[in-house]
């Protein structure tokens, strides 16, 4: 049974390896934000599965740091996508204003 969890953490494992490609190439922040994501939870699950299969203490510690840092990478990247957002509405609504006058 243990061998059967290592074998599927392992191919978790690879399909992130994957996904990696998508961060190095990805056409638009949004992709590499999802293969981050990636990252996160086929981590989690890789080590949860060697944690069952080893029982080594502590593991499980460690795949709850990482979603806790999952959860606030997308939380930054929303964030920063919402005032990149703002930051450029806020010109036109000045450019508008101006126009009102004349």
């Known amino acids: 049974m243990n061998d059967l969890l290592l074998a599927a953490a392992g191919f978790i494992l690879m399909t992130v390896a994957v996904g990696f490609a998508r961060v190095l190439r990805g056409p638009a922040d949004v992709d590499r ?3 981050a994501q990636l990252f996160a939870t086929g981590g989690i699950a890789a080590l949860l599965l060697v944690a069952h299969a080893t029982t080594v203490p502590g593991v499980e ?3 709850l740091g990482l979603a806790l ?8 990247f ?7 957002t703002t930051e450029s509405a806020e010109p036109e609504a000045e450019s508008s204003q101006g126009e009102d006058r004349t």
Do not use: C, E, Q
Request: aromatic letters at 4%; a negative charge; charged letters at 15%.
């Open 78 to 84: 929303v964030n920063g996508r919402a005032d990149s």
């Open 69 to 76: 840092l999952g959860s606030f990478a997308s939380v930054a």
């Open 61 to 63: 510690d460690v795949a």
């Open 33 to 35: 934000m999802m293969a």
